[in-house]
T-cell receptor, first 114, second 114 residues
Framework: DTAVSQTPKYLVTQMGNDKSIKCEQN?????MYWYKQDSKKFLKIMFS???????INETVPNRFSPKSPDKAHLNLHINSLELGDSAVYFC?????????????FGPGTRLLVL | DQQVKQNSPSLSVQEGRISILNCDYT??????FLWYKKYPAEGPTFLIS?????DKNEDGRFTVFLNKSAKHLSLHIVPSQPGDSAVYFC?????????????FGQGTTLQVKP
């Protein structure tokens, strides 16, 4: 029974398209995150939501918009895709936002923009 | 500006020997450090953590050492097993922010040879 799931696992699309990546967690956690792993392999936080409220919003282009319909879901919508958006996107969740909380990651979505 | 760095992209050790993975950070505000392990096509999973009030934390075969004056931490795996072969990410957090924000390094690929 998958704790944090992401769909799709692979996404190949053309520049200029709009796409969404979905994330769901069944752990009952209050906080969810989106990370981007770029070509240099660094995992960088993009957004986090706590109880559907935006907590972290890093310097990310406006083309990226997170949507949290409920505590168990945090979707990532990307408008006007660019070549530089190609990366692996990881969703994660944690019980809260305290420092002792560990984050549980999904398997990642590999996005390739052509 | 990468605040957490893992300068060794890869490490190869023989089964049964010690694996030492290193991590350096620049932000003196970091007060909580974590190691995550990642297998191919999976998301990172939490391995071990350490608070800045400690200099050592041990969990079975895994020990994390923190040297605050040098802004350096290391993960020791003894004895190393082939199943430990994975990418290891170091991460750091500023606890007082209470946002759950983690800053990750770029990972070190560990190969344990039978």
């Amino acid at each position: 029974d998958t704790a944090v799931s992401q769909t799709p696992k692979y996404l190949v699309t053309q520049m200029g398209n709009d796409k969404s990546i979905k994330c769901e967690q069944n752990l009952g956690h209050d906080t969810m995150y989106w990370y981007k792993q770029d070509s240099k392999k660094f995992l960088k936080i993009m957004f986090s939501y706590n109880n559907k409220e935006l907590i972290i919003n890093e310097t990310v282009p406006n083309r990226f918009s997170p949507k949290s319909p409920d505590k168990a879901h945090l979707n990532l919508h990307i408008n006007s895709l660019e070549l530089g958006d190609s990366a692996v996107y990881f969703c994660a969740s944690s019980p809260g936002t305290g420092i002792v909380e560990t984050q549980y990651f999904g398997p990642g979505t590999r996005l390739l923009v052509l | 500006d990468q605040q957490v760095k893992q300068n060794s992209p890869s490490l190869s050790v023989q089964e049964g020997r010690i694996s030492i993975l290193n991590c350096d950070y620049t932000n003196s505000m970091f007060d909580y450090f974590l190691w995550y392990k990642k297998y191919p096509a999976e998301g990172p999973t939490f391995l071990i953590s350490i608070s800045s009030i400690k200099d050592k934390n041990e969990d079975g075969r895994f020990t994390v050492f923190l040297n605050k004056s040098a802004k350096h931490l290391s993960l020791h795996i003894v004895p190393s097993q082939p199943g430990d072969s994975a990418v290891y990410f170091c991460a750091a957090s500023v606890g007082s922010s209470n946002t759950g924000k983690l800053i990750f390094g770029q990972g070190t690929t560990l190969q344990v040879k039978p």
